[in-house]
């Protein structure tokens, strides 16, 4: 060294060395605490309990596909920006965990809030672009950073395979997936489409706590929904004019939509105009309950010359 000339290359390590480009490649070189094709697959299914047929749905999909399936069941209090809201979220741990053997899932991860937030805690993942506007307008920009960093927590524990999330939460699952995509987590995002009641209500943990007439007003926001998604696939193209036809669906059940918008469903921003795959959703309160949901919709292709 310092001699200006290059040191002497052992030509035994010359030979060894591998130049890797890629992190799949990299990762798949480094064997050792990677998994091998002999490997069980593990798949993760993170809730908040209260187990509904949406979560079901999402359990029995893990349960098919993947050797482990490990539900993670815990109200993550940092997602919340209202601590009425925390305190009512229905809990009901014991008929989870019969729901959850029912249907054979191999774990059940239960972490009391300590576990999760350690005294000290101090790292937050913050996803920007796609968590603007809809949710974070009306749940504070604390809400998806609650979700983003105890999914990052759950991800790097259980070091799932395949993690699955329900279309329901549309921006939440548009959220992970961007996380994952940025921060290269070795995990698939498996977005599972959206159970609902006979009536088109989306199964949602927080219906339970609907009163009867609130129930009975609550399946407005699928026929507004619907009624966009209709006009669009009829060809309509100004997002505006087809969200009116849902807005009439809202005020006809006497409901105000906090929002009610069609957007691009990777990065959840507002369509001018819609001439592709796009996502219409909807924001709503009945009473102290509020509730959200959302259809894909694939209008076919603006064909040249065709108005
Ligand atoms: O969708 C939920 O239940 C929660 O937001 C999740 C993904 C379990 C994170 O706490």
Redesign the pocket.
């Known amino acids: 060294m310092g001699t200006g000339t290059a040191p002497d290359i052992p030509s035994a390590h010359a030979v060894t060395l591998k130049v890797v480009r890629t992190i799949a490649e990299l990762r798949a070189e480094l064997g050792p605490g990677r998994r091998r094709s002999s490997e069980p697959s593990v798949g993760l299914v ?3 309990g209260a187990f509904h047929e949406g979560h079901l749905s999402l359990m029995r999909r893990a349960r098919a596909a993947c050797d482990v399936v490990v539900v ?1 069941l ?3 209090p940092s ?1 919340f920006n209202d601590a009425s809201d925390l305190a009512a979220y229905p809990r009901d741990e014991a008929r989870d965990r019969a729901l959850a053997a029912a249907l054979g899932i191999d774990y059940l991860f239960v972490p009391a809030p300590e576990a999760i937030y350690p005294p000290g805690f101090a790292t937050t993942v913050v996803v920007d672009g796609v968590t603007a506007g809809l949710e974070t307008a009306h749940r504070g920009p604390e809400h998806f950073r ?2 983003a960093t ?2 990052a927590k ?1 991800l790097n524990i259980v070091a799932p395979d395949v993690v699955y ?2 279309q329901k ?1 549309a921006q ?1 699952a548009a959220t ?1 997936k961007r996380m994952v995509r940025d921060l290269d987590m070795p995990v698939r995002v498996d977005v599972c489409p959206t159970v609902r009641g006979a009536d088109g209500l989306a199964l949602s ?1 927080r219906n339970v706590l609907l009163g009867a007439e609130e129930r009975e007003r609550a399946p407005a926001l699928h026929r507004a929904l619907r009624a966009v998604a209709d006009r669009l696939l009829a060809g309509e193209r100004d997002p505006e004019r087809a969200v009116a036809a849902g807005q009439a669906e809202l005020w006809a059940a006497g409901l105000v939509a906090e929002y009610l918008l069609v957007v691009d469903p990777a990065t959840m921003v507002p369509l001018q105009r819609v001439d592709g795959e796009a996502l219409v959703v909807v924001a709503a309160r009945l009473g102290a309950v509020r509730l959200i949901d959302n259809l894909p919709v694939m209008p076919a292709p603006v064909v040249a010359g065709v108005h």
């Open positions: 993170p809730t908040m993670s815990f109200v993550n997602q609650g979700v105890v999914v759950l999330f329900g939460d939440q992970v943990s």
